[in-house]
């Protein structure tokens, strides 16, 4: 092979790699509260069908998605479970603006098949079971970084039972993982998302009674375009707000902008 085909080979080789490079590049990450894991994947399939274009979803716990954007984390769209992180950031200027409210969220408490108590809206069997000593792990999200975690501690002392409480609590990294222990049996029962206890594969799993909102303060949820966003990722942002999202949402539990809670 001579000097001059070998050169050609190594350019179009090169070529081959920016292509897919700049094709990795057009899909905008989206990062999202962990309550939103079985709503939005409807919302980006559905968006997906409509426009033939795919956002690629990564979800955690808002805190931890805030501290990561702070510190020039990739996202192009953040979906915050709490509204204040968004404004923190865009009090910082990382962000397009100060963002839109999408929805309010609701806690539930789950209770497996096999658990040693029972879910009443008031939480009586709950305190019973915690002065027998039926419950040995009860899963929440972390408060220190999950919105629903906070709001699951604010619902339990509101009840006062999160004295009694405390020593039992398995944390979740985020309200996802919280539900993963709430629902697996390797905890008697736990507080997490309402969207998520909605799903079919998870509210098969136990029984659940939604908590009063007036226990705990309101889960506001904000979305914002970082700086960074490409015209996909404000594409899907225009997206979420349409009439065909907020049906998704409302199907998941969600209060939307709007409307009685």
Not at 53 to 65: A, K, P, Y
Not at 135 to 143: D, E, H, L, R, T
Not at 166 to 190: I, M, Y
Request: cysteine-free; aromatic content about 10%; proline content about 4%.
């Amino acid at each position: 092979m001579s000097k001059f085909l070998r050169y050609a080979f190594v350019l179009l080789a090169l070529a081959g790699l920016g292509l897919r490079a700049s094709h990795a590049q057009d899909v905008p990450i989206i990062a999202a509260a962990s309550d939103l894991k079985f709503a939005l994947e409807e919302v980006a399939s559905k968006f997906k069908a409509e426009t033939g274009h795919e956002v690629r979803l990564n979800f955690g716990s808002s805190g931890n998605f805030a501290r990561q954007l702070q510190q020039g984390a990739p996202f192009e769209m953040f979906m915050s479970a709490d509204e204040g992180f968004v404004l923190q950031l865009a009090d910082t200027g990382k962000t397009v603006d100060r963002g839109a409210l999408y929805a309010e969220g609701r806690i539930v408490l789950f209770v497996p098949a096999n658990s040693s108590f029972k879910a009443d809206a008031q939480l009586t069997d709950l305190r019973l079971a915690l002065a027998s000593g039926r419950i040995q792990k009860f899963a929440i999200a972390n408060p220190e970084h999950a919105p629903y975690g906070r709001a699951a501690e604010q619902a339990l002392k509101s009840q006062g039972l999160w004295d009694a409480m405390q020593p039992k609590l398995v944390l979740g990294e985020n309200v996802s993982q919280a539900a993963q222990f709430a629902t697996s049996g390797s905890s008697q029962g736990g507080i997490f998302a309402y969207s998520l206890a909605l799903a079919p594969e998870v509210s098969k799993l136990g029984s659940y009674v939604l908590i009063p909102s007036e226990w705990h303060t309101p889960l506001r949820q904000r979305m914002v375009l970082m700086k960074n966003a490409g015209p996909l990722a404000r594409d899907f942002y225009r997206y979420v707000q349409t009439a065909a999202a907020r049906v998704i949402f409302r199907k998941y539990g969600f209060v939307l902008p709007g409307e009685a809670t």
